[in-house]
Nanobody, 127 residues
C-alpha cells in the first residue's frame, strides 16, 4: 500500500521547536518531488517547503524562510521538517506529500501527474 504517515506534531510555546517526520511506504520517496504543506482553520492550504525531484532545489514559503528546514533520509525513506522559532501563526495541520510532476509542487495546486498525501499532524503554537 502506498502511504505517507506524519508524526511529531503537538503543542509548543512560541519560540519553541518541533521536528515533523513523514515516513513513506509502498514507494521510494527519493523518486518523487516532496513537500510539506499546512492548513490553518479558515485558510487555504499553503505550500511550506518542497524539494524538486528534477534538480533537488528547495523552496520555502516566505513566512517560514530562515526558521524551517526540509530534509530527507533516503535510507529511512522519510522526510522531515525542522521548525524553529515557532510563532502562533504557524498553528495548522501539517501534511506531507509526494508528487510526480513537472510543475512547482509547492505553489501549483492542480495538474500534477500523481499525488500521495499523508493524513496530517496538528501543530499548535501558544503565545
Amino acid at each position: 500500500e502506498v502511504q505517507l504517515v506524519e508524526s511529531g506534531g503537538g503543542l509548543v510555546q512560541a519560540g519553541g521547536s518541533l521536528r515533523l517526520s513523514c515516513a513513506a511506504s509502498g514507494f521510494t520517496l527519493a523518486d518523487y518531488a516532496i513537500g510539506w504543506f499546512r492548513q490553518a482553520p479558515g485558510k487555504e492550504r499553503e505550500g511550506v517547503s518542497c524539494i524538486s525531484s528534477a534538480n533537488g532545489s528547495i523552496y520555502y514559503a516566505r513566512s517560514v524562510k530562515g526558521r524551517f528546514t526540509i530534509s530527507s533520509d533516503n535510507a529511512k525513506n522519510t522526510m522531515y521538517l525542522q521548525m524553529e522559532n515557532l510563532k502562533p501563526e504557524d498553528t495548522a495541520v501539517y501534511y506531507c506529500a509526494a508528487f510526480v510532476s513537472s510543475l512547482h509542487v509547492c505553489t501549483v495546486v492542480a495538474g500534477h501527474s500523481l499525488e500521495v498525501w499523508g493524513r496530517g499532524t496538528l501543530v499548535t503554537v501558544s503565545s
